[in-house]
């Protein structure tokens, strides 16, 4: 419930409506009220404001569109804040030419037609002191406002407004601790990167010029021009997903040109596609020469000299990057340390505010993987970091290692769906293999008998045949030799068993999933690992928990288990596509082939 604060709240006034202080469970929030705005119209301003999330903007905490007056509630900036160092004593330009006003010291000066305030000679000097970023002639009063003097005004303003908040950042943390500060975007460090795609695909857009070209399919029409265009567009839609593409990725997407455009195809090159292949090459690795900003960029071009931490390797782990990337802009050890605080604070509650804390596990990242590098226990991250054990928060520490700005459940779904039904065909042939029984029990559950799956005998969905495939996986990529148990995977376990006294007397070094109920039903999911839980479930498939599996394997530093090594590859390299340069085992590279055939029956 919005509280008032008495008759002088009225913070502001103009043809939108009307901005008021009020207060929100004792912390003062800005309301603005839209009294002629349509609910649309509302809608998209708050859309807007959202967007705009950023460690020196205002965020926006809610809207009402149920009745009118219709408003927007957002953080309120007061006196001593960002805003007040850096917006005071600044012209003020409104849409009607009669409405523009200037803040002359907290008085309201109605400007002239030129919009130019003459100043003295004393504030002229003032404000080249204390506003900078206000272009030379509008202090001088030679010349009215201009897009010249905007471009300068943006040129020096963004380098001063971070000097500005470097040096009132502690005065803003004060003020934070009352009002929920405005955070970046949850992958403010990250290098934002989608997987890999397990079908390609080319981009469907280009220039009007090369889609004439492409139209004509007319191989005198390939020039110089037309090959640099032709690329560069290849280039921006791959570069999505990764800057480093493999030989192997490079080599998949020449073949797509060619098959896509035969006319392309090289006649007098060996494979058809080898000037295309050197072309993209050459354009990957000039693109990277001029990125100074992407973690990945800058991790490989690291010097071993210039950091006396043995954990930062350029050497890329199992093909993830941001091992420890460096703080956010803005941000130390001080900062961190807060964030660190708030949210042990706000995981206390009974109620915690999972949003909040989301932003700040985002900024604190860096500090996680280091201690993550320095082989810090479980038990003891868990005293840093309580709100990491949770299942949510795990796959989101996987995105930003990652560095995707997509779901990597969704992803993982997707590209493991596509192999969903070969799977199981492949495991109804294995008559001969030594796991024969176990693989038929778990094909059992997609047959049209009275089973858990199948309750109303209609053929199986392709997300039951996923939670089948996935279980029957380990058994199909099992070594010929040393100790294997596939319950170092998945460990099926009763609904009445005790999962703290499973987790008790569970030794494994490395995570796996538990399993409680039925695979048609689970009743929950836990994954553990050194006699911890890691986190938990209640609300999940087998699919699903693979995936938090895997994260855990990346957040925490875990190698793979030598019994399930196959396993673990293909679904990191074939599934994740997150490629490490290695070759794949000979069985990993056989199973591969056994899928492609079985896709074609």
Same mark, same amino acid.
């Given at each position: 419930?919005?509280?008032?604060?008495?008759?002088?709240?009225?913070?502001?006034?103009?043809?939108?409506?009307?901005?008021?202080?009020?207060?929100?469970?004792?912390?003062?929030?800005?309301?603005?009220?839209?009294?002629?705005?349509?609910?649309?119209?509302?809608?998209?301003?708050?859309?807007?404001?959202?967007?705009?999330?950023?460690?020196?903007?205002?965020?926006?905490?809610?809207?009402?569109?149920?009745?009118?007056?219709?408003?927007?509630?957002?953080?309120?900036?007061?006196?001593?804040?960002?805003?007040?160092?850096?917006?005071?004593?600044?012209?003020?330009?409104?849409?009607?030419?009669?409405?523009?006003?200037?803040?002359?010291?907290?008085?309201?000066?109605?400007?002239?037609?030129?919009?130019?305030?003459?100043?003295?000679?004393?504030?002229?000097?003032?404000?080249?002191?204390?506003?900078?970023?206000?272009?030379?002639?509008?202090?001088?009063?030679?010349?009215?406002?201009?897009?010249?003097?905007?471009?300068?005004?943006?040129?020096?303003?963004?380098?001063?407004?971070?000097?500005?908040?470097?040096?009132?950042?502690?005065?803003?943390?004060?003020?934070?601790?009352?009002?929920?500060?405005?955070?970046?975007?949850?992958?403010?460090?990250?290098?934002?990167?989608?997987?890999?795609?397990?079908?390609?695909?080319?981009?469907?857009?280009?220039?009007?010029?090369?889609?004439?070209?492409?139209?004509?399919?007319?191989?005198?029409?390939?020039?110089?021009?037309?090959?640099?265009?032709?690329?560069?567009?290849?280039?921006?839609?791959?570069?999505?997903?990764?800057?480093?593409?493999?030989?192997?990725?490079?080599?998949?997407?020449?073949?797509?040109?060619?098959?896509?455009?035969?006319?392309?195809?090289?006649?007098?090159?060996?494979?058809?596609?080898?000037?295309?292949?050197?072309?993209?090459?050459?354009?990957?690795?000039?693109?990277?020469?001029?990125?100074?900003?992407?973690?990945?960029?800058?991790?490989?071009?690291?010097?071993?000299?210039?950091?006396?931490?043995?954990?930062?390797?350029?050497?890329?782990?199992?093909?993830?990057?941001?091992?420890?990337?460096?703080?956010?802009?803005?941000?130390?050890?001080?900062? *961190?340390?807060?964030?660190? @605080? !708030?949210?042990?604070?706000? #995981? &206390?509650?009974?109620?915690? =505010?999972?949003?909040?804390?989301?932003?700040?596990?985002?900024?604190?990242?860096?500090?996680?993987?280091?201690?993550?590098?320095?082989?810090?226990?479980?038990?003891?991250?868990?005293?840093?970091?309580?709100?990491?054990?949770?299942?949510?928060?795990?796959?989101?520490?996987?995105?930003?290692?990652?560095?995707?700005?997509?779901?990597?459940?969704?992803?993982?779904?997707?590209?493991?769906?596509?192999?969903?039904?070969?799977?199981?065909?492949?495991?109804?042939?294995?008559?001969?293999?030594?796991?024969?029984?176990?693989?038929?029990?778990?094909?059992?559950?997609?047959?049209?008998?009275?089973?858990?799956?199948?309750?109303?005998?209609?053929?199986?969905?392709?997300?039951?045949?996923?939670?089948?495939?996935?279980?029957?996986?380990?058994?199909?990529?099992?070594?010929?030799?040393? *100790?294997?148990?596939?319950? @170092? !995977?998945?460990?099926?376990? #009763? &609904?009445?068993?005790?999962? =703290?006294?499973?987790?008790?007397?569970?030794?494994?070094?490395?995570?796996?999933?538990?399993?409680?109920?039925?695979?048609?039903?689970?009743?929950?999911?836990?994954?553990?690992?050194?006699?911890?839980?890691?986190?938990?479930?209640?609300?999940?498939?087998?699919?699903?928990?693979?995936?938090?599996?895997?994260?855990?394997?990346?957040?925490?530093?875990?190698?793979?288990?030598?019994?399930?090594?196959?396993?673990?590859?293909?679904?990191?390299?074939?599934?994740?596509?997150?490629?490490?340069?290695?070759?794949?085992?000979?069985?990993?590279?056989?199973?591969?082939?056994?899928?492609?055939?079985?896709?074609?029956?």
């Amino acid at each position: 419930m919005l509280e008032d604060l008495g008759p002088d709240d009225n913070l502001s006034s103009g043809r939108f409506g009307t901005v008021c202080l009020k207060k929100f469970r004792s912390t003062p929030v800005a309301v603005k009220y839209l009294e002629s705005s349509s609910v649309k119209e509302v809608q998209r301003e708050a859309s807007f404001l959202d967007k705009c999330c950023h460690i020196n903007l205002p965020i926006i905490f809610g809207v009402n569109t149920m009745q009118k007056p219709y408003f927007i509630v957002a953080e309120f900036y007061g006196n001593g804040s960002f805003k007040a160092l850096t917006l005071r004593e600044l012209l003020h330009k409104d849409e009607e030419h009669i409405k523009s006003y200037v803040n002359d010291f907290s008085k309201a000066t109605l400007i002239s037609e030129g919009k130019i305030k003459v100043l003295t000679a004393a504030e002229k000097d003032r404000y080249r002191k204390e506003h900078m970023q206000i272009a030379p002639e509008l202090i001088e009063g030679t010349h009215p406002q201009s897009v010249k003097s905007d471009i300068y005004s943006l040129g020096i303003g963004h380098p001063l407004s971070t000097a500005i908040f470097y040096y009132s950042y502690r005065k803003r943390l004060e003020f934070d601790n009352k009002v929920s500060s405005p955070c970046p975007d949850d992958n403010i460090v990250l290098n934002a990167k989608m997987l890999w795609p397990r079908v390609l695909t080319l981009p469907t857009s280009f220039r009007l010029d090369v889609t004439r070209t492409l139209a004509s399919k007319e191989k005198q029409n390939i020039n110089k021009k037309f090959r640099r265009e032709f690329i560069g567009s290849i280039y921006d839609h791959f570069a999505r997903y990764t800057l480093y593409p493999t030989k192997h990725q490079l080599t998949s997407i020449c073949e797509l040109i060619v098959q896509k455009y035969p006319f392309l195809k090289d006649t007098s090159i060996g494979t058809g596609y080898d000037s295309w292949y050197a072309s993209l090459y050459e354009k990957f690795r000039n693109e990277r020469k001029s990125i100074k900003d992407d973690p990945e960029v800058i991790l490989r071009k690291r010097k071993p000299k210039e950091s006396s931490k043995e954990c930062v390797k350029a050497k890329l782990r199992r093909g993830a990057i941001n091992w420890e990337p460096p703080f956010p802009e803005g941000e130390d050890e001080v900062s *961190l340390q807060r964030h660190k @605080d !708030f949210m042990k604070s706000e #995981f &206390e509650k009974r109620s915690p =505010d999972w949003a909040k804390i989301s932003k700040r596990m985002a900024l604190t990242f860096p500090s996680r993987r280091r201690l993550m590098n320095d082989n810090m226990s479980i038990k003891e991250i868990k005293e840093y970091y309580p709100t990491l054990f949770k299942f949510e928060q795990i796959l989101a520490e996987f995105e930003r290692i990652l560095g995707l700005n997509s779901s990597v459940v969704d992803s993982f779904r997707s590209n493991f769906q596509q192999v969903t039904d070969p799977i199981v065909k492949l495991g109804k042939t294995k008559n001969k293999s030594k796991s024969k029984e176990e693989i038929q029990t778990f094909l059992h559950l997609l047959e049209d008998d009275d089973n858990d799956m199948n309750e109303d005998e209609s053929e199986p969905t392709i997300e039951e045949q996923a939670e089948v495939a996935m279980a029957v996986l380990p058994y199909l990529l099992l070594p010929k030799s040393g *100790l294997i148990s596939t319950d @170092d !995977f998945v460990h099926f376990v #009763f &609904e009445d068993e005790d999962i =703290d006294e499973i987790v008790k007397i569970s030794n494994k070094p490395f995570p796996r999933i538990v399993f409680k109920g039925q695979l048609s039903s689970p009743d929950a999911i836990y994954i553990i690992a050194d006699q911890q839980v890691l986190c938990s479930s209640t609300n999940t498939t087998l699919l699903e928990a693979t995936v938090c599996l895997m994260a855990c394997y990346y957040v925490f530093l875990y190698d793979y288990p030598s019994g399930l090594n196959n396993f673990y590859l293909y679904l990191q390299k074939c599934i994740l596509q997150l490629q490490d340069g290695k070759k794949l085992p000979s069985t990993v590279i056989n199973f591969v082939n056994d899928i492609d055939a079985m896709s074609k029956i």
